[in-house]
Structures are given as C-alpha cells and as structure tokens.
C-alpha cells in the first residue's frame, strides 16, 4: 500500500508568513506524528495525535505552531508568524497502534527568507 | 530524561566489507524499544531494524543485525557485506513502551567506497 505522504515536498516562504504543511499518513494508522530535523537541533519530536487527538504536544516549539488532525487521517501542521529559524525539514510519521514502529514521509523542506 | 548518543560523525567501509555503527542511551524504564534507521539523501526515514528491551536475542534482517547490551545501554548496528546502496546518514532511536515519541541520536554518516 502507499507510504506516508507529505506536501509540499518543498516550501520558500518569506519572514512573518503562515505556512501550512499537510501529511497523509499510511491508511488504518491510527497515530500520527510531527517531526522537526534542523543542522542545529537534529531530529526533535513535536506533537503526537491519536485518532483525532494530541495528547503529547511537548515538542512544539511556540504558540506560533499548531496542528490538527481531522477524521483520524490527514494531518496539517500550521506555522504563523515564521521566523528564520523555523527552517527545517518537517517529517510527518505514522505507526498503528499499539505497534511500535513508526513510518515516515519523505519531508517538507521549508526555508524562511 | 532519556537521551540516545551516537559517537561516530562519520564512518567508511569498503564495499563487501563489515561495519558496525554504535549507539548508547541513557533511560531508567524497563520497557522500551530500540530502532536503527537509515535516511539517504532523499531524506526518506527508512526503518531498518527493532529491538524489544525484553528480548535478550539481538535482531536480525539480513545483512542487518544488532549487539544489544541491556546492561550497558549500548545498541550498535553491524551492516555486512556491505553496498553502495547503504551509503546514508542512520539514526539510532528509543522508545520507551508507554510513551509515543521516537528519541534520535545525532547520526552517523556511513560512506561506502569501491
């Protein structure tokens, strides 16, 4: 079946804009997962959602990003206001519960000029 | 709070030849899994290989296997005969078994020459 999806597959957007960044993830996989891999930060986890829920937001970085989840599937990551050092690449991951393995999408590389 | 280390920036290996990648993690849960995971330019997070804390046989997929050090927290990842297509940067990472988020390692490297 298909993988993890992700759009855009790339995103350049200007300082003070509001990107949204959108991920399929693999059909009957019931949690979903957002990701940040920076050259500064490496690789750090930022929200968790199980079925339309986020109980694990730990890893947002600020008020100015949000998620949603919707009908247990599509998930879309909101970042208002972005600043320079929201440049990243954003992976989106999903897994079926309660099974530990996580499946990845091939990434949103977003560049704030 | 639980942290995953992987010593090695970078690593090479001769094609055909054997490599082993180290990890060691810090955690004080029983319950936890350990992943290896490759991403090769195309970014793409290729899952490689899991161990169950629980499970005192190291895993193994095919030319993929792990030395599993309970004790010692240590989690290093041998690759034989190794291929070009091997080449990536991979990612030692844990998960305890209650709690939902992958904690990564900073990476490795892996060039394959000829």
């Known amino acids: 079946g298909a993988g993890v999806s992700q759009s855009p597959s790339n995103k350049v957007t200007e300082k003070g804009k509001d990107v949204e960044l959108r991920c399929d993830p693999i059909s009957g996989h019931t949690a979903l997962y957002w990701y940040r891999q920076s050259l500064g930060q490496g690789l750090e986890f930022l929200i968790y959602?199980?079925?339309?829920?986020?109980?694990?937001k730990s890893g947002l970085p600020s008020d100015r990003f949000s998620a949603e989840r919707t009908g247990g599937s599509v998930s879309t990551l909101t970042i208002q206001r972005t600043q320079q050092e929201d440049s990243a690449v954003y992976l989106c991951?999903?897994?079926?519960?309660?099974?530990?393995?996580?499946?990845f999408g091939p990434g949103t590389r977003l560049t704030v000029t | 709070a639980q942290t995953v280390t992987q010593s090695q920036p970078e690593m090479s290996v001769q094609e055909a030849e054997t490599v082993t990648l180290s990890c060691t993690y810090d955690?004080?849960?029983?319950?936890?899994?350990l992943f290896w995971y490759k991403q090769p330019p195309s970014r793409q997070m290729i899952l490689v290989i899991r161990q169950e804390a629980y499970k005192q046989q190291n895993a193994t997929e095919n030319r993929f296997s792990v030395n599993f050090q309970k004790a010692a927290k240590s989690f290093s990842l041998k690759i034989s005969d190794s291929q070009l297509g091997d080449a990536a940067m991979y990612f030692c990472a844990y998960r305890t078994g209650t709690a939902s988020k992958l904690t990564f390692g900073t990476g490795t490297r892996l060039q394959v020459t000829l």
């Open positions: 959602f199980q079925g339309n829920s986020a109980p694990d």
């Open positions: 991951a999903s897994s079926f519960y309660p099974n530990p393995e996580q499946y």
């Open positions: 955690t004080s849960e029983s319950d936890y899994y």
